[in-house]
């Protein structure tokens, strides 16, 4: 198994930026990516960010692309989401996610094995 918990999360002004730390923990080398996910009330969990333990490889959402930057600190297990230039639709509760393997897409959350509790990210206009 794998434990994942976020922090980070908070009540920010549009335009503001914040962090999100998502540390892993358990049986961590059995996992090759991590990715973030949001979901906003009445909507679908949606993909943000992703990256690859290895950092060789990372993947982004065109709706955060060049605001959002994904990073990892393989020892301390811990995967990060940099928010910059937040807006009202950026409000949403934010999941951190491991996945067992790299083949099939990373865009989606049945591609992920471990979830965390998520994280509540509220963005004021």
């Known amino acids: 198994q794998v434990q994942l918990v976020e922090s980070g999360g908070g009540l920010v002004q549009a335009g503001g930026s914040l962090r999100l730390s998502c540390a892993a923990s358990?049986?961590?080398?059995?996992?090759?990516?991590m990715g973030w996910f949001r979901q906003a009330p009445g909507k679908e969990r949606e993909f943000v960010a992703a990256t690859t333990w290895s950092g060789g490889n990372t993947y982004y959402a065109d709706s955060v692309k060049g605001r959002f930057t994904i990073s990892r600190d393989n020892a301390k297990n811990t995967v990060y989401l940099q928010m910059n230039s937040l807006n009202a639709e950026d409000t949403a509760v934010y999941y951190c996610?491991?996945?067992?393997?790299?083949?099939?897409?990373?865009?989606?959350?049945?591609?992920?094995?471990?979830w965390g509790q998520g994280t509540q990210v509220t963005v004021s206009s």
């Open positions: 996610a491991a996945r067992r393997t790299s083949s099939g897409s990373y865009y989606y959350p049945i591609g992920y094995d471990y």
């Open positions: 358990g049986r961590t080398f059995s996992t090759v990516a």
